[in-house]
């Protein structure tokens, strides 16, 4: 969240007089033009071709075809890319407009050694705005080296600079992944220019972006960027709409002296899609139910299972029956196969544990019978769907608005000494519902012959899909403030010097806030939020009918409840979630750094030493919602309460258990987690009232300090090659994070190495680099898979007994809490640049990377080994079977659906324990990475102003999960299972390696008197139209889908799909 907020000042360029280049110098300086001859894109007009007076900004004029001259890290002055010891890649202007590139992520793909991280599109429920990494770590973002948290549109970037591995000095607080930052479009002293652009691509894809600068007089400039884009997409309710607007404004106040301004805003919406999962393949295809509250037979056979089994309403809405809100409770619903011990999969039991089939895709899966869903296509409506079909709303469900405001002064003194102050505010909000990840994607057939109100079910057989709403908001606000002093040294014969110090504030502070879409029934409001959900209303499709699927969310409903006989105008709206503790809160982290650096250059420019140190100050602060049982009668049901905060005896709290009378026994024990009261209220147990508890206080702030270094040299050895090494540091500060026992997480630490060498060749036509890198992370945030769903279940266990709201002996868990591990890096990359002739540009480069997760899991092993034979005893309570070894559970008669759950969630655990290794490769890491973009500009001859280009993005294979719980059937005992020997827990499960190719051209002519210019531009992604499925982890399967078999292996499971092939036709005019 705060990756990179306060960027440095240092290795500044020399801006006094100076000696005579060297030979190797001069060699490594990029040629002017031929006479005749322009410095732009194939176009033959400059893109950007922005001549800067401030020795602050980079100046791009000197960045020719795909080779870029320069870098600026933070409020520093520009170095050439030569001297810089780091690992630094820039995307220039003209390479993202001849791949007509759109945004980040589109962007990001094209660098050395980066990947995205896609998901099948649940992530959007929790509010992810996009995930890309470097070196197999997750990489922070800024524009204009002030931190963002959003995938931005390129439309107004003059281009995008990527850096790899820590380093604190260089990019502000970074992990091992680095940075990537934007530099925006800036007003243009004495320059009028106008660009327009209008495209048309597949499904409808329109885009229009707009690029006005006009001077007023000789010192002041005004600069405007406009986008407007709205596409539909390839799956069949896909939509999107973004807009944008960039205004900038340049004064010159002196010769030294120079205001900018900038204002931006944006706003992007859109709809979205999941991959289909399973909640009908159990279904024998002949049952059904025509009666209230009656299942047709034992619903392990029939594959039928009640809605709300526990006679609470279930409310819920869909266009087919009018647009009415009817209370479905206690009428049937299909489910999963394998979903409860006992059922049948394809009409075979199911062996061993879990086959994982209920509630997993539909679509591309293995290991499973081949005949799985032929009792539902066969006697129902369904049919497996086309990946271009959706079971989603029609609706935007997803937004980003963002606006920022920077204002900056930069100021030279005499010739030596210069000086930059610069202010930002900017602000986010994302909106969307956790409806996309809590059921949207799953598929039911309606069994049910008649309607709740007792007529023929119209839908009866036909497949639908069925979600609650949580619509969610996270605002983000940050401002930002910094000053930067520098003073350059020409010692003569001694060498070259730049001093420099930079110090900044900033203030992050991020508010989450989830709720239910329910009713308003009643005048206690502390009822309209039911953890159960019986207030909550849901919104269901059914697949041929429903067309549009709205999703109406009025104030008032005319709720239909033919349980209790009533039909009544009940008030709705927006409630607080309290089930999700995580996405209710608000946090703050407040800085302060300052650095120091030198640059040194000597030897007559052909040695550059750096050295440079910072140290941050940060102070955390954090409000966590209220419990329900604490809102007074009159809440509004939204309104936000926070817990106090905590005193200073938070970490030492302790309690003793009490009897029943409330009479105090046995030792002392850690007061974290209050106890509620056993008989299924959500109330606070009265025997623990007069005791403090640290989940009754709002989490401590942190604060601390962290000071990093960073050392590098490069050596112009030649006039050809330069060796070069670095060393940094790095941190990233705590965000809020819960540990498993509700303490907040520490300050990320990280520390690197790259070492290599940059060979410049054509007269600096052509740069490339090859290195080494090693890094290492500590206290990294890592995934919680295996247990962070798992525990919880099982601690939500009832005990057959009844009376208990969940297990007699455990408190709950924090909502949400983060697990953590070390990571180390290593690798090598190459990297190449060129415009290798007058009118052929290159780009390539190739990565190596290794990264692995050590010590992962410490947390929840911590509290599995400690509370092991506790847990065993809640899944016994709630009537699970153990075998001879307390290894494994089954489910045995009787048990409800929260026990049959926690026997899974335990089952999950021991797959994970025997997976896990100390040192395990990061999955989602490819083997080999390498991105080619070539084009060649024929300036002659009946092809003359037609530009060809073409190239590919590989991503080689990678893991995506492991073999160490693989199991086979025992020999001498068919029935039961025993680990595979022959693999082992360093085993992986690999995605094949693929590569998706592009095609680029275009045609360029001069018209209006040779006052303007035309270009049409055709642009095809995924040329080859690559279609397979794109697995990114796995579950436990029984091999070749033979359920019979105790055996399970690691199975391919979740995945997303490339886009299919495409195309963008743009036409763009240039005055």
Request: with cysteine; net charge neutral.
């Amino acid at each position: 969240m705060i990756a990179g907020i306060l960027t440095p000042c240092w290795l500044w360029s020399q801006q006094a007089p100076q000696a005579a280049a060297s030979e190797a110098d001069a060699q490594d300086r990029p040629p002017a033009p031929a006479s005749g001859e322009t410095r732009g894109d194939a176009a033959g007009i400059a893109e950007d071709d922005v001549v800067i007076m401030s020795p602050f900004e980079v100046q791009t004029e000197r960045d020719q075809g795909f080779v870029a001259a320069s870098m600026l890290t933070g409020g520093r002055l520009a170095t050439d890319l030569k001297d810089t010891p780091i690992a630094y890649t820039v995307l220039t202007r003209e390479f993202i407009d001849a791949m007509q590139l759109a945004d980040l992520s589109e962007m990001h793909e094209w660098s050395t050694n980066t990947q995205s991280t896609k998901r099948d599109g649940t992530q959007y429920g929790t509010g992810e705005t996009v995930s890309i990494r470097s070196r197999g770590i997750g990489t922070s973002i800024q524009k204009n080296f002030f931190p963002v948290n959003y995938n931005f549109d390129g439309y107004n970037l003059e281009r995008l600079d990527l850096a790899r591995g820590p380093n604190a000095v260089l990019f502000g607080s970074n992990s091992l992944g680095g940075a990537v930052n934007s530099i925006t479009k800036r007003a243009l002293i004495g320059k009028r220019k106008l660009d327009v652009r209008a495209a048309y691509g597949s499904w409808g894809n329109l885009r229009t972006t707009l690029d006005y600068n006009q001077p007023v007089g000789k010192n002041l400039s005004f600069r405007a960027n406009a986008l407007w884009q709205e596409r539909d997409g390839w799956r069949t309710t896909d939509y999107s709409e973004t807009k944008g607007l960039t205004l900038a404004g340049t004064l010159k106040l002196s010769k030294g002296t120079e205001i900018r301004m900038e204002v931006e805003q944006g706003k992007m919406k859109r709809s979205i899609t999941a991959n289909f999962m399973d909640q009908l393949s159990g279904w024998d295809g002949v049952s059904s139910v025509d009666t209230y509250n009656v299942l047709p037979g034992d619903r392990t056979l029939t594959g039928i299972n009640k809605i709300t089994n526990t006679g609470r309403g279930r409310l819920i809405y869909t266009p087919a029956l009018d647009g009415r809100l009817i209370n479905y409770a206690n009428w049937g619903q299909t489910f999963g196969a394998g979903a409860y011990t006992g059922s049948l999969v394809a009409g075979v039991p199911f062996a061993g544990m879990n086959p994982n089939i209920s509630g997993r895709n539909i679509r591309e899966q293995q290991n499973l019978p081949a005949d799985l869903y032929d009792n539902a296509i066969n006697n129902s409506y369904f049919r497996i769907p086309r990946r271009e079909f959706s079971s989603f709303t029609n609706e935007p469900i997803y937004g980003v608005d963002n606006d920022s405001y920077t204002v900056s002064l930069t100021q030279q003194i005499g010739r030596n000494f210069f000086m930059e102050l610069a202010l930002n505010r900017q602000s986010e909000r994302v909106t969307t519902d956790m409806g996309i990840s809590r059921g949207m994607a799953n598929v039911y057939i309606d069994v049910n012959k008649k309607t709740p109100e007792g007529d023929d079910n119209p839908n009866y057989l036909q497949p639908y899909a069925q979600h609650d709403s949580n619509p969610s908001i996270k605002d983000r606000d940050r401002v930002n403030a910094r000053v930067a002093l520098g003073y350059v040294l020409d010692a003569g014969a001694v060498g070259n010097f730049t001093f420099s110090l930079m110090g900044g504030v900033s203030n992050a502070r991020e508010v989450s806030e989830l709720y239910w879409y329910a009713l308003r029934a009643g005048d206690d409001p502390t009822k309209w939020t039911d953890y159960n959900g019986s207030t909550a209303i849901a919104f269901r499709y059914y697949f041929y009918t429903d067309q549009p699927r709205t999703r109406p969310m009025p104030d008032t409903w005319r709720y239909v409840d033919p349980v209790a006989g009533t039909t009544a105008d009940t008030p709705a709206g927006q409630v607080r979630d309290f089930t999700n503790s995580a996405q209710n809160q608000i946090s703050e982290i407040d800085y302060t750094y300052i650095q120091v650096a030198t640059n040194a250059k000597l030897l007559n420019n052909r040695l550059s030493l750096v050295l440079a140190a910072r140290h941050d100050r940060y102070k955390t602060r954090q409000e966590a919602l209220d419990w329900l049982g604490n809102f007074p009668l009159d809440w509004n049901g939204t309104d936000w309460q926070a817990k106090p905060a905590a005193p200073a005896s938070y970490g030492s709290l302790t309690y003793r258990l009490r009897d029943a009378d409330g009479i105090p026994y046995g030792p002392e024990l850690p007061a974290d987690v209050r106890p509620r009261d056993p008989q299924g209220a959500r109330a606070a147990d009265m025997r623990y009232a007069d005791d403090h508890f640290q989940d009754d206080y709002s989490p401590p702030g942190q604060k601390g300090g962290v000071t990093t270094v960073s050392v590098g040299t490069v050596w112009h050895a030649t006039r050809h090659i330069s060796p070069f090494v670095n060393f940094a540091q790095s941190f990233v500060p705590p965000q809020g994070d819960f540990r498993l026992n509700g303490s907040l997480a520490k300050h990320v630490s990280s520390q690197g190495w790259d070492a290599g060498l940059r060979f410049t060749l054509l007269g600096g036509r052509a740069v490339a680099t090859a290195s080494y890198y090693q890094g290492l992370e500590k206290n990294a945030r890592a995934s919680t898979t295996g247990f962070g769903a798992e525990l919880p279940r099982i601690l939500k266990a009832r005990p057959l007994e009844g009376g208990y709201q969940y297990n007699k002996y455990l408190p709950l868990l924090p909502t949400g809490f983060s697990d953590f591990a070390n990571r180390e890096t290593e690798g090598f990359e190459f990297e190449l640049t060129a415009n290798l002739a007058k009118n052929w540009r290159l780009l390539f480069n190739a990565a190596l990377p290794r990264t692995w997760d050590t010590n992962g899991h410490k947390d929840s092993f911590a509290y599995y080994n400690a509370n092991k034979a506790t847990l065993i005893q809640i899944i016994r309570d709630a009537g699970g079977v153990f075998d001879a070894a307390e290894k494994f559970a089954s489910t045995g008669p009787g048990m409800d659906t929260d026990g049959q759950t926690a026997v899974t969630a335990w089952n999950t655990i021991q797959n994970t324990i025997d997976a896990y290794s100390a040192r395990m490769p990061t999955t989602r890491v490819s083997e080999v990475t390498a991105n080619l973009f070539t084009d060649y500009a024929f300036s002659r001859g009946f092809l003359k102003g037609v530009t060809i280009g073409g190239g590919f993005n590989y991503r080689g294979k990678q893991p995506i999960g492991f073999k160490g719980a693989d199991t086979i059937a025992e020999p001498d005992n068919p029935g039961a299972a025993i680990d595979d020997p022959s693999v082992g827990k360093d085993d992986a499960v690999y995605l094949d390696g693929y590569y998706l190719a592009t095609l680029a051209i275009s045609y360029k002519r001069r018209i209006f008197k040779n006052k303007a210019e035309l270009v049409i531009s055709l642009n095809v992604n995924n040329a080859l139209d690559y279609d397979k499925p794109v697995y990114y982890d796995t579950i436990m399967r029984p091999p070749g889908g033979d359920v019979s078999t105790p055996a399970r292996v690691a199975t391919p499971n979740n995945y997303y799909w490339e886009t299919p092939r495409n195309f963008l036709l743009t036409a763009r005019l240039l005055f």
